[in-house]
């Protein structure tokens, strides 16, 4: 159990702030686990647009809002709205930094797929910023994956880049404005999805080079 001391880190400002917005999610109909920001919500509306009924509940031991790991362009966001989210490195100890990524990115999209991290959304310790946490990236497109690609991410990334056969996980596709976003099983029954998870493998400083730790 976390005590007192570990909470103080984040100010009484933050705190307000997280108790604010997590008091103005709502559950998406349909879904037992997936919830948006209403119109009540302190965040700013672009944030409210983009990540309409992809909330995850949140998982961290933080002001974590939510986990989303569907396909959002945070990286176009983060250029376009660097004065309300930044990035605040990896989830956990290691991975890579966001340049990296960025660079990851922009490999799978010249290469037609659809690529989607995995990230936390968190408040930040002073209560004044919205962070991005990130904790992994997949293709998200459904289609295989060669080797010389995933070897390529692994390089960029300077995390192991594991190539998973049959694909197991769900997509989510988002539909018009106000309805509900529709689960997507991978359309064959064997596809390849490239997944890294710099989080959940408890990477430390010394598992990575040092020029990818942010």
Not at 32 to 48: D, I
Not at 172 to 201: F, K, M, N, Y
């Amino acid at each position: 159990m976390l005590d007192d001391t570990f909470w103080q880190q984040w100010s009484p400002e933050a705190h307000a702030w997280y108790a604010r917005i997590m008091d103005a999610l709502e559950l998406v109909p349909g879904f037992r686990n997936r919830y948006r920001f209403t119109a009540a919500a302190p965040v700013p509306r672009w944030l409210a647009r983009a990540t309409d009924g992809l909330l995850l509940a949140p998982e961290a031991p933080a002001l974590q809002i939510a986990r989303i790991w569907d396909r959002v362009e945070w990286p176009r966001l983060l250029a376009e709205h660097s004065e309300d989210l930044v990035v605040a490195g990896p989830v956990g100890a290691g991975g890579p930094r966001w340049e990296a990524l960025l660079h990851a990115w922009q490999i799978l999209d010249d290469a037609d797929h659809r690529p989607a991290l995995d990230v936390d959304l968190d408040v930040d310790v002073d209560g004044r910023v919205l962070e991005l946490r990130h904790g992994g990236i997949s293709t998200g497109s459904g289609r295989p994956v060669t080797d010389a690609l995933a070897e390529q991410l692994a390089e960029v990334l300077a995390v192991p880049c594991e190539v998973i056969w049959p694909a197991s996980s769900l997509a989510s596709e988002l539909g018009p404005p106000g309805t509900p976003p529709e689960p997507r099983a991978p359309v064959r029954p064997h596809q390849s999805i490239c997944d890294t998870w710099w989080s959940w493998l408890s990477l430390g400083p010394e598992d990575i080079a040092p020029s990818a730790s942010r």
